[in-house]
C-alpha cells in the first residue's frame, strides 16, 4: 500500500488540523450519508447584514427540499481525534451513494443502539449479510480531490469569510480607482497613508488583547434575553470570521502601496532613491508575508507560513517607520534629509504607526516561562497543568520557543486554582509533551477569545465535541456560567485515551445534560443527528461545534438544515 505524508498545522484558534490522515484514523468522525431536512420552512427572520446572508455558515438556513448527503471530499484530522491505531477501521472511506439503493432508513431510528449496531456493521470489516457484501461491492470508488479544492472550496465559495474579504478589499478598489482618476485627490496625496491605515486595520482585527476586549464586550451588551437571537447569532458569526477583515485588509494594503509606488515613480523629481528603495522594499516584504498565508501554502507548510508572517511583518514594520522618517525629512528643492525636524510626528502616518507598534509588541511584553505539571493517560494525549483559574470559553497559546511555532489549546478550569490543556499527540510538538514532558513551556499572558467564549451570549446552547476538542467546553461543566450546556462529547476509549481525571469531569450530571459516547462501546454514531435531537431536547438557541473539518461542517449543515443555528471552527477562525 502507497504512503502518504501526513501534512499537519494548526490554522483555527484552538483548532488544529492536518491534511491526508491516516486512513486507520478512528477518529475520523463518519457521518451518515443523509440526514433529512425539516419538510416545513424555518420561521426564522432575517438580519440582512453582510454576514448573514446565504452562506456554508450562515446563521440562518434556508428550507431544503433535498438532503444532506456525507461529503466526498478527503476526510481531515484534527487535534479533537488522537492518532489511534485500529485494525477494524479500515473501511472509513466508503461512501454510500443514493444510486446505489442503499437502505438509509436505520439512520433516522430513535433506537440509538439499534443505529450504532448499523453503524458498527456498515464501517466494519465483515459485513454481515450478503446483500450488505453485494453493495459494499458495487459501490463506485470515491473521486480523489485536490487539496486546493478541499482547502478553497469546502466549505463554499460564498461564506461570510469571504464575503467580508470582498467588502473589504472591493471598497479599497474603489477608492483606488477614484484616487486615479481625480475624484478622490485626498487619497492620491496620501496613497501611503491608506495603505498603513489598512495594516493598522488588520493589526487589530488579529490583535489577540484587543479581540479579548471585543468578546468580552460583546457578551456583556448582547447577552440579555431581551435581545433578539438573530442578533446575537449574527454577531457571532461576524467575530468568527473575522479574519476575512485581516486578509482583505492585507490585499488592499498592498494595492495602495503599488498605487503609491507608481505615483512616487511618475514624480521623481520631486523624491529621492533610498525612498524607493525603502518602498519597493516593503511592498516586497508585504506581498511575501501575503503569498505565504495562502490557504495552500498555509495549510502544507504552517510552520513557513508562520515564520515567515511573523519576520516578515516585523521587517515591515521597521521599514514603515524608515519611510515615514524618509518622507518627511527630505527635501525635494535642495536633494537632502533633515532630520532634525519633528514635522513627522504631526502626520497622520506617524499615528497609526506608533499604534501598529503597540498592538504587535503588547502580547510578546507577556510572554514568559512557566512550570508546569504534565500527565499522559496514554500514548495519544497530555494533561498539562497551569496555576490559575481561568474563566470558562478562553484558549491559550503554549511554545517550546517564543520565537518558533506557538499552539493554541483550549483551556480546562473550574476558574478557581488552575487550569489545564489537553493536547493531543498529533505533531512533533505534541508528541514530545508525551515522550519526553518538559518541566517549563513558554506562555502568553494574554489569554484570548474565540468561538467558544461566545457560549456566554446565550441562555441555551448545544456544546458538541470530538475527541480531544471536549478541552474547550469542559469549563462550562466545571465553574458557573451565564448559559444552560448540555454536553454532546463523540470519542473512542474515553478512559483509556483519555484517563480517569478527565472521565470524571463528565461524571455526575444528568443524562440529557451531558451525553458521553464512546464509539469503542457503542459504535460509530451519527453526530450530526445526535446534535439536532440535542439541541431539541434541550430547546437550545443555538449548536456549537469541535470537531474535524468535516465533522464539524457536516454537523453545521444538518442543524442549520433543521432550522437550528449552529456554527463550527473555520480555517481562519
Known sequence: MEEHKVARFSSCRGVAFEINPEKTSPFSIATTPVVEAPKEPSNATWVWLPWTQKTSFKVFPTSLTGSFHRSLSRPSNHFCDLDVDDEDDHDDDTIYEDEEEVDLEVFFEKDLGKQNSVLKTSFGSKPSTKRQESLLRKLPPKKPQSRLSIILLDQGLFTVYKRLFVVCFTLNIIGIVLAAIGGFPYAKEKAALFSIANILALVLCRSEAILRVVFMLAVKVLGRSWIPVQIRTATTSFLQCLGGVHSGCGVSAIAWLIFALILTLNDRNNTSSEIIAVASSLLFLIGLSSLAAFPLVRHLHHNVFERTHRFAGWTSLLLVWIFIVLTNSYNPAQKTYDFSSSRFIKTQEFWFTLVITIVII?????????????????????????????????????????????????????????????????GDFTKTLVSNPPSHVWVRGVHFAGLPYLVNMYERVVLVATGSGICVFLSFLLQPSRADVCVVWVAKGIEQNFGKEIQQMMSGFPKDKVIVHDTAVLGRPNVAKMSIDAAKKWDAQVVIVTSNPEGSRDVVDACKGAGIPAFGPIWDS
Do not use: Q, Y
Open 362 to 426: 503588547l502580547p510578546w511584553l507577556t510572554v514568559r516561562r512557566v512550570p508546569v505539571m504534565i500527565s499522559t493517560p496514554s500514548n495519544h494525549a497530555s494533561i498539562i497543568k497551569f496555576e490559575g483559574g481561568i474563566k470558562a470559553g478562553i484558549l491559550g497559546r503554549i511554545s517550546p520557543s517564543p520565537f518558533s511555532e506557538w499552539h493554541a489549546f483550549g483551556i480546562i478550569s473550574d476558574g478557581k486554582n488552575e487550569h489545564m490543556m489537553l493536547a493531543g499527540a498529533v
